[in-house]
């Protein structure tokens, strides 16, 4: 399978560009799959009224309604993949995810698909987790930062 991150794959005619994150092309089928990416902080007050699984189905339609004409234009298969910060993730990841394992093992380059969709989820979720450690990081060393210069305006 070869996979493009933000590809530059333009529609014909078109007068805006509209990339999507993603881009995959099977090597055992014709379709060209094609997804963009939402990450959904489920605290933020925008969505803390709404159930989770709820919101992650708002934010793949609001990425189809985005992306999915031009894309389609394009000739590829479109779906919106929304993951939450903490890693629960939307149906179409998951269908995504088979897709991939699938044709893990239609190319031998794994026994089961579903071992191999199990593996990539845990490997998507731990990424998705060392993202958020890192940016815990980079905060903590910004606000230390500023607690030190407050204190050296007391001195």
Request: proline share 3%; aromatic share 6%.
């Amino acid at each position: 399978m070869h996979v493009t991150l933000e590809p530059r794959v333009f529609a014909p005619n078109a007068t805006t560009q509209k990339r999507a994150d993603i881009l995959l092309q099977p090597y055992t089928s014709d379709k060209i799959l094609s997804g963009d990416v939402s990450i959904i902080h489920t605290s933020m007050p925008t969505y803390e009224k709404v159930p989770v699984k709820q919101q992650l189905e708002n934010r793949a339609k609001a990425k189809v309604a985005k992306h999915g004409q031009y894309q389609a234009a394009c000739g590829h298969e479109f779906s919106g993949l929304a993951i939450t910060s903490n890693g629960m993730v939307g149906k179409e990841v998951i269908a995504l995810v088979k897709i991939i394992a699938q044709h893990a093992v239609d190319t031998n380059r794994a026994f089961s698909a579903k071992a191999f969709a199990r593996e990539t989820m845990y490997n998507l979720v731990c990424a998705l987790q060392l993202g958020n450690v890192a940016v815990l990081r980079q905060a903590y060393s910004m606000a230390k930062q500023v607690s030190n210069l407050h204190q050296e305006d007391r001195v």
